[in-house]
């Protein structure tokens, strides 16, 4: 039996780890499988997916689905089933693991749902269909798997991509009960630190320069982290790993390693989400603000590691004016990078199944977008997303450090995006792409009309900001 196992990433960049793992488990238990993974992109127009697909000749097809590529899985199958019959197709992932009955029912041509995680459902799913069992076949993990019990991903690999971002894991469920989170709860199963190591040590020595990993929370075990970081930082590598850590649990001992971390060797993002009390308890998010600004501090004034603090608009009990704050605090501790995301309400999690009582409107199609809640309207959210906007292009391009000191002066940097974000909006200045050059000069006119500034003030931060960043000419037209 010939089966095309697919992912459909969400850019050419990105690698897929689900999709090794099973290809992994296969070839365990499965050797009389012919088992191909294909690993395709968001990008690519419909009719170069289905070809690719077609071209593999499979007697099943098999698709790992996440909120990024749901409803091009779902117009895949239907064309395949139809262009070859007698095609056996099954789905796996978040997107399709919950509510299985539902599912089978508003899409009928789904032949098979694997739900939860799947090393040990996925090769039973295709050992039935090896034996001819008719659908709908539903298989759920029975119980999270031991790490003892995952496969592999890259045991056999020999080389890779190194302009691609290669994921790794060493642990997966969290201690933490975040409604928002998939994985809230969920036991925490962690590979040993010394095999955690070597895993990520064939990684980079087969060419990685960047692995991701999607341990949840990385650091819960504040003493295995430091082993592993430690065993890291002991081989002979100029790969980046980068971690999602929870800065509450960066004790001394552990601050004191990172700061011997060579300069980008690691890079860090930490999932602040708010520093509303009130919002933070109302998604069962343990832990205070001022715990994680310290850490944070600690790290950035070492500035060896490149710091990414998350912060999620939407949640429940966060004001227009809470938000402001939050966002003034974190700006505060100067991140390399503040990324300004919105809350989904995913399929599973606590605070979907709670929607209708806590007031919370999102949008029915994936990524199940905050829409409003009772403390912010649609109006003030769709600001916010203009003020990301400008934060992007902005304060995370690394491009404008100066102008933008001078746009938000000693006020409150919210305010000062806030008005960028209604002054850029206002000129049509976000009604289409705009080249780096154009931003710029977009940026320098606004900042030219504020009052208190000035013409020379502008064209002096202007001229810092080229000599900080030398691909600043290239985009000017000068070089």
């Not at 749901?70 to 117009?75: A, H, K, M, Q, Y």
């Not at 970081?229 to 980068?242: I, K, M, P, S």
């Given at each position: ?88 197709v099954a789905l796996g992932g978040p997107e399709v693991s919950f509510d299985l009955a539902q599912m089978i029912a508003l899409h009928p041509y789904i032949d098979a749902i694997v739900a939860g995680e799947g090393e040990e459902s996925y090769p039973a799913l295709l050992a039935a269909f090896a034996r001819g069992e008719k659908g709908p076949l539903l298989w759920e993990a ?247 906007k400008a934060l992007d292009w902005y304060g995370n391009s690394g491009r404008h450090a100066a102008l933008m000191g001078a746009v938000v002066g000693g006020g409150s940097p919210f305010g000062a995006y806030h008005m960028l974000a209604g002054w850029l909006r206002a000129n049509g200045l976000f009604d289409a792409e705009r080249s780096a050059a154009q931003r710029s000069e ?38």
């Amino acid at each position: 039996m010939r089966v095309t196992l697919v992912a459909i990433n969400a850019m050419y960049v990105h690698t897929n780890l689900a999709v090794r793992c099973l290809h992994a488990a296969v070839g365990q238990s499965l050797p009389e499988v012919a088992h191909t993974v294909l690993e395709l992109h968001a990008n690519q127009p419909f009719a170069v997916q289905l070809r690719a697909i077609w071209a593999t000749q499979p007697d099943a097809v098999c698709f790992s689905t996440y909120i990024w590529n749901r409803e091009r899985v779902f117009s895949l199958t239907r064309t395949l089933k139809r262009a070859m019959p007698g095609l056996r197709v099954a789905l796996g992932g978040p997107e399709v693991s919950f509510d299985l009955a539902q599912m089978i029912a508003l899409h009928p041509y789904i032949d098979a749902i694997v739900a939860g995680e799947g090393e040990e459902s996925y090769p039973a799913l295709l050992a039935a269909f090896a034996r001819g069992e008719k659908g709908p076949l539903l298989w759920e993990a029975s119980q999270p798997l031991s790490a003892q019990r995952w496969a592999d991903p890259y045991g056999n690999i020999q080389d890779v991509e190194p302009g691609r971002i290669w994921y790794a894991e060493t642990s997966r469920g969290c201690p933490f009960r975040c409604m928002f989170c998939l994985s809230a709860g969920e036991k925490v199963r962690a590979l040993p630190a010394s095999q955690a190591v070597e895993k990520l040590r064939v990684l980079a020595q087969s060419g990685a320069k960047l692995i991701k990993l999607v341990d949840r929370t990385f650091n819960y075990d504040p003493v295995r982290a430091r082993e592993i970081w430690r065993g890291l930082l002991a081989q002979d590598t100029d790969c980046v790993f980068h971690f999602e850590i929870e800065a509450r649990l960066l004790d001394s001992e552990s601050l004191a390693l990172l700061a011997t971390v060579p300069q980008g060797r690691f890079q860090f993002e930490i999932g602040v989400q708010s520093a509303s009390p009130e919002a933070l308890q109302a998604v069962g998010r343990a832990g205070r603000f001022e715990d994680v600004a310290q850490a944070v501090g600690i790290l950035r004034q070492a500035d060896n590691i490149p710091l990414h603090l998350d912060l999620i608009a939407g949640l429940p009990k966060e004001t227009w004016a809470s938000f402001a704050q939050g966002f003034d605090l974190v700006y505060a501790l100067r991140p390399h990078r503040l990324q300004l995301g919105f809350l989904k309400l995913l399929p599973g999690s606590g605070l979907r199944r709670d929607a209708g009582k806590l007031g919370i409107a999102y949008a029915p199609d994936p990524p199940y977008e905050v829409l409003r809640t009772p403390d912010l309207s649609f109006a003030q959210l769709q600001e916010l997303h203009d003020v990301e906007k400008a934060l992007d292009w902005y304060g995370n391009s690394g491009r404008h450090a100066a102008l933008m000191g001078a746009v938000v002066g000693g006020g409150s940097p919210f305010g000062a995006y806030h008005m960028l974000a209604g002054w850029l909006r206002a000129n049509g200045l976000f009604d289409a792409e705009r080249s780096a050059a154009q931003r710029s000069e977009a940026l320098a006119r606004y900042a030219a009309s504020l009052p208190g500034i000035g013409a020379d003030a502008v064209r002096e931060a202007a001229r810092a900001d080229e000599a900080a960043w030398p691909g600043y000419r290239r985009y000017r037209g000068k070089g």
